[in-house]
Nanobody
Framework: QVQLVESGGGLVQPGGSLRLSCVAF????????MGWYRQAPGKQRELVAA???????NFANQVKDRFTISRDNAKKSVYLQMTSLKPEDTAVYYC?????????WGQGTQVTVSS
């Protein structure tokens, strides 16, 4: 069983930055593919960025020039650095961990981009 705890959301003005953090409890972190998803009101949850255990990463097209994902296996943590935030980035952001055939989710953290 894996538990994920996110932090770092909040209210930020357009053009601003935020850093989300997620700590994993349980499991073998280095073998997990860690990801960040988001869900805006009335929309489906979508992948924002992912980081595999080998260090490879991928990003959604709409964020790849603005967001960075990183992981610290020693701290069992994954981070999402968000810059040049736009109102359309407003959503609940979820940390995910894929380990074997199972996917685990955090509780979500709200990010609101507004002036």
């Amino acid at each position: 069983q894996v538990q994920l705890v996110e932090s770092g959301g909040g209210l930020v003005q357009p053009g601003g930055s935020l850093r989300l953090s997620c700590v994993a409890f349980g499991g073998t972190f280095s073998l997990m593919t860690m990801g960040w998803y988001r869900q805006a009101p009335g929309k489906q949850r979508e992948l924002v960025a992912a980081a595999a255990g080998d260090g490879s990463t991928n990003f959604a097209n709409q964020v790849k020039d603005r967001f960075t994902i990183s992981r610290d296996n020693a701290k069992k943590s994954v981070y999402l650095q968000m810059t040049s935030l736009k109102p359309e980035d407003t959503a609940v952001y979820y940390c995910s961990a894929q380990w074997g055939i199972r996917i685990y989710w955090g509780q979500g953290t709200q990010v609101t981009v507004s002036s």
